[in-house]
């Protein structure tokens, strides 16, 4: 169990330091990105995309 001190310092490490985007995917839509992301880890593969989509436009200026 975890007690309300660990909770409640954990909320403020959150506010301070980390923000979180959503992202909704359709069920009958977007079955083919929802198939692709099953075996990756959300987060690290989002990341890992913007990340070299920046280094891909910090290039080209």
């Given at each position: 169990?975890?007690?309300?001190?660990?909770?409640?310092?954990?909320?403020?490490?959150?506010?301070?330091?980390?923000?979180?985007?959503?992202?909704?995917?359709?069920?009958?839509?977007?079955q083919?990105?929802?198939?692709?992301?099953e075996?990756?880890?959300?987060?690290?593969?989002?990341?890992?995309?913007?990340?070299?989509?920046?280094?891909?436009?910090?290039?080209?200026?």
């Amino acid at each position: 169990m975890i007690s309300d001190a660990k909770k409640r310092a954990d909320a403020k490490y959150k506010k301070a330091n980390l923000i979180q985007k959503k992202i909704d995917l359709n069920k009958n839509t977007d079955q083919d990105i929802i198939h692709w992301l099953e075996d990756k880890t959300f987060s690290t593969y989002v990341k890992q995309l913007i990340r070299d989509d920046i280094t891909k436009h910090e290039a080209q200026q």
